[in-house]
């Protein structure tokens, strides 16, 4: 069985900086694309950042500059660094991670963490 586990959020006032972190663990072959995404209320979900396994990143405008993806291959972990949070940077942040096990390739979703920015 695989399991994909966040860890890292909760209160910041606006400004301020949270670190998120996830890590996946099973019978893993290997981990091809590790992303965050996140769902505000009465948003539809969206990709906050994606890396590899070789480090090519990916970020929308609203968070490039701010917020910094980072993965540890041995430890099949990936790390989400927000900096220059904002009110709007508010929601549920999910964990992605593209799986290869004996079964096949799938996509396997964290539970998801709070993120709240508020003063």
């Known amino acids: 069985q695989v399991q994909v586990v966040e860890s890292g959020g909760g209160l910041v006032q606006p400004g301020g900086s949270l670190r998120l972190s996830c890590a996946a663990s099973g019978n893993i072959f290997s981990i091809y694309v590790m992303g965050w995404y996140r769902r505000a209320p009465g948003k539809e979900r969206e990709l906050v950042a994606a890396?590899?396994?070789?480090?090519?990143?990916n970020y929308p405008d609203s968070v490039k500059g701010r917020f910094t993806i980072a993965r540890d291959n041995a430890k099949n972990t990936v790390y989400l660094q927000m900096n220059s949070l904002k009110p709007e940077d508010t929601a549920v942040y999910y964990c992605?991670?593209?799986?290869?096990?004996?079964?096949?390739?799938?996509?396997?979703w964290g539970q998801g963490t709070q993120v709240t920015v508020s003063s």
């Open positions: 992605n991670a593209d799986i290869y096990t004996v079964a096949g390739r799938k996509s396997y």
């Open positions: 890396i590899t396994g070789g480090g090519n990143t």
